[in-house]
């Protein structure tokens, strides 16, 4: 997801974004995001959060973010405006881990998912804004098993803070122990 960040800035599509005057100028943009996510079948979704911008950009569209987050893509853990803020706009890169995504009419299905925020820098090292990567945790799932099927292993991932970003297991000794 770093090396996309880059990517995304060194393609030109991050100061595309930062310098967009209508809706119109996002649509490079977009066909970049949709190329990298078409090409990574672990990432869901990518979504850009630029600074002092009224819209968001997704691989497919642009929206509104309280839109965005309000009903397509609805994360109970990201209700109070100060965890979004904090979420959306981090300096450092962050994970918010094993949320539960919520149905509604675009996706009808309840889903567990992680995000991960990943800030935007210009080559001058001015910070822009925020890459939102989507993604289920069926992808790490099929991930992880494809490399370890045959090692009978649980695998638990943590972030610094020691909370379980996600776990491949149901031993509760082991969960217990973490």
């Known amino acids: 997801m770093q090396n996309i960040v880059v990517q995304l800035t060194l393609s030109g599509a991050i100061p595309t974004a930062v310098t967009a ?3 119109l100028d996002f649509v490079p943009v977009i ?5 990298f996510t078409a090409a990574n079948s672990f990432v869901e979704d990518i979504i850009l ?26 994360i109970p853990s990201l209700e ?23 149905g509604n009419e675009l996706y009808a299905a309840k ?8 800030p935007l820098f210009t080559d001058y090292q001015k910070y822009e804004g925020n890459a939102l990567f989507y993604v289920r945790t ?3 799932q099929n991930f992880i098993s494809d490399k370890l099927q045959s090692y009978h292993s649980q695998i638990y991932i943590l972030d610094q803070n020691g909370t379980i970003i996600f776990s491949d297991g149901s031993n509760d ?6």
């Open 21 to 23: 005057e209508t809706l």
């Open 49 to 74: 959060l630029i600074n002092d911008e009224e819209y968001l950009i997704t691989s497919t569209s642009t929206s509104k973010p309280d839109l965005y987050f309000n009903r397509i893509l609805q």
């Open 138 to 140: 069926a992808a790490v």
């Open 80 to 102: 109070t405006a100060g965890e979004r803020e904090q979420m959306l706009r981090s300096q450092v890169p962050v994970c918010l881990p094993l949320l539960r995504r919520t």
């Open 31 to 35: 066909s970049t995001l949709s190329g």
């Open 111 to 118: 889903e567990n998912v992680i995000l991960f925020s990943y």
């Open 173 to 178: 000794n082991m969960q217990e122990i973490l």
